[in-house]
């Protein structure tokens, strides 16, 4: 089983399969050099990125992020302004990689970082391989690394096989028939059954604490997006529009217009502009769908009449839940099947987590999450100039909006509907395998072609 822990990450933008899981892979294989006594003996590492991570990767910043993790940063506690200033370090001539935070190596960038942009390696779009040599030009170790979305990674070896759990959970289920019927059984929502299985890990106190940090950088993350002005990196000159569109929502609240109601627009491209920009942002589930959930979750603490920390618990709980059918039955990668995976699948948890803090039954919550993605099957991944702004940031933004409707209109009704969540899953993954490489995050196809390279 996976864990809420699982599908919520803290960590930095713009993206979890381009930035946090190379910057995972990385840290991790620089790790192992050091266990098994190699470090020491290093002279050279080699970065190879292929497919959507070489294609894409300028825009997402993966060498930036891969060179850190090499360095022995994490995602969870790096500085995101170290970032880029100690990447540029490392790709001049003659530069010193301090391999696992500790053991220096010369490094030169321009060498020893290659882009395969047209090669793909054979079982994921984003894949890696990281190479140490001694002195001599000997190989020492090498590791083939995919990041298979929302920032998990696995090795060449581990593709394709099972997780180890640390322990064997009272209620594990690997469709949404099989969570319904624990809940039906038990008499107990999605949240209790994801919070029993927690349980197995780590106390019950360990997860609420978890839980409520999860949502306190959420909150932190909307108000931040709020206050910063200026344009987005990556030479488009996108305008950072959250703070103006609410300057402009106070106003129009304090006139006493009731009509326009976009706060969760807002809220999520407040969010979607922090991840942009590379800030601290949670992977929900992954980053280029980042603005969704803590929309969602601030719609609901803000707005809604039985909002408390209990709802703030039973919204994320459920959203995971949703998420981890996703995960487990299709993917959360855009590199895989198109955005449908990412704003979708994140669409899709929001939309169940609201029905559930709203009040839905059982069968009501899971209506919402399967409205919420019929309407997003097919979404292409068509980042302009592979970067995390266009059309990603509005794009999160009208998911956020639908996410809340999906699940009132879900409430109105007695929950009875044609498509189960598990058919819409599977025909979100079969979709996925049909839709043309180039809608899958390469920047090759969609806006991204159409919009073009911006003048310099």
């Given at each position: 089983m996976l864990s809420v822990f699982d599908m919520f990450k803290i960590g930095i933008g713009p993206s979890s399969s381009h930035t946090v899981g190379p910057m995972v892979a990385a840290r991790r294989f620089a790790g192992q050099l050091t266990t098994e006594g190699l470090a020491g003996r290093a002279g050279r590492i080699v970065v190879d990125l292929y497919g959507s991570l070489a294609l894409t990767g300028k825009g997402h910043g993966t060498v930036e992020a891969t060179l850190n993790g090499l360095e022995g940063r994490a995602p969870r506690t790096v500085d995101p302004a170290?970032?880029?200033?100690?990447?540029?370090?490392?790709?001049?001539?003659?530069?010193?990689?301090?391999?696992d935070g500790r053991q220096p190596v010369p490094f030169d960038g321009r060498r020893d970082v290659v882009l395969h942009m047209h090669e793909f390696l054979p079982r994921h779009a984003n894949g890696m391989r990281l190479s140490a040599f001694d002195d001599q030009g000997g190989l020492l170790a090498r590791e083939v690394y995919y990041s298979v979305g929302g920032g998990f990674i696995v090795s060449d070896a581990e593709f394709g096989q099972a997780a180890a759990t640390a322990a064997d959970v009272p209620y594990p289920f690997a469709s949404a028939a099989e969570l319904m019927a624990h809940c039906q059984r038990e008499g107990r929502t999605i949240a209790d059954i994801v919070m029993a299985n927690e349980t197995s890990w780590r106390s019950e106190a360990e997860v609420r604490a978890g839980l409520f940090e999860i949502a306190a950088v959420m909150k932190d993350c909307i108000e931040s997006g709020c206050r910063q002005e200026g344009d987005l990196p990556g030479g488009y000159g996108v305008k950072r529009r959250a703070p103006a569109i609410f300057r402009r929502m106070v106003s129009l609240q304090l006139a006493g217009r009731t009509d326009v109601m976009l706060w969760p627009m807002l809220y999520a491209i407040a969010v979607s502009e922090e991840n942009a920009n590379g800030g601290r942002i949670v992977t929900a589930p992954t980053n280029g769908a980042a603005g969704i959930i803590p929309s969602v979750l601030q719609y609901y603490r803000n707005f809604h009449p039985r909002a408390g920390d209990e709802g703030v618990v039973e919204f994320l709980l459920t959203a995971a839940a949703v998420g981890m059918l996703y995960k487990m039955n299709a993917s959360i990668s855009g590199a895989e099947v198109g955005c449908q995976g990412e704003v979708g699948v994140a669409c899709s948890m929001a939309s169940a987590a609201y029905c559930a803090v709203s009040g839905g039954n059982l069968a009501q919550v899971e209506n919402a999450a399967e409205i919420a993605m019929e309407h997003h099957l097919g979404l292409t991944c068509d980042p302009v100039g592979g970067l995390v702004q266009i059309p990603c940031v509005e794009r999160n933004g009208v998911a956020a909006?639908?996410?809340?409707?999906?699940?009132?209109?879900?409430?109105?009704?007695?929950?009875?509907?044609?498509?189960?969540?598990?058919?819409?899953?599977?025909?979100?993954?079969r979709t996925g395998m049909d839709m043309q490489n180039k809608y899958k995050e390469t920047s090759l196809g969609g806006l991204a072609l159409t919009v073009g390279v911006p003048a310099c």
């Open positions: 170290i970032i880029v200033p100690r990447a540029r370090a490392l790709m001049q001539p003659d530069a010193t990689l301090m391999l909006e639908k996410a809340i409707k999906c699940a009132q209109l879900a409430i109105l009704e007695d929950g009875q509907h044609k498509v189960s969540l598990d058919q819409v899953i599977e025909t979100m993954y």
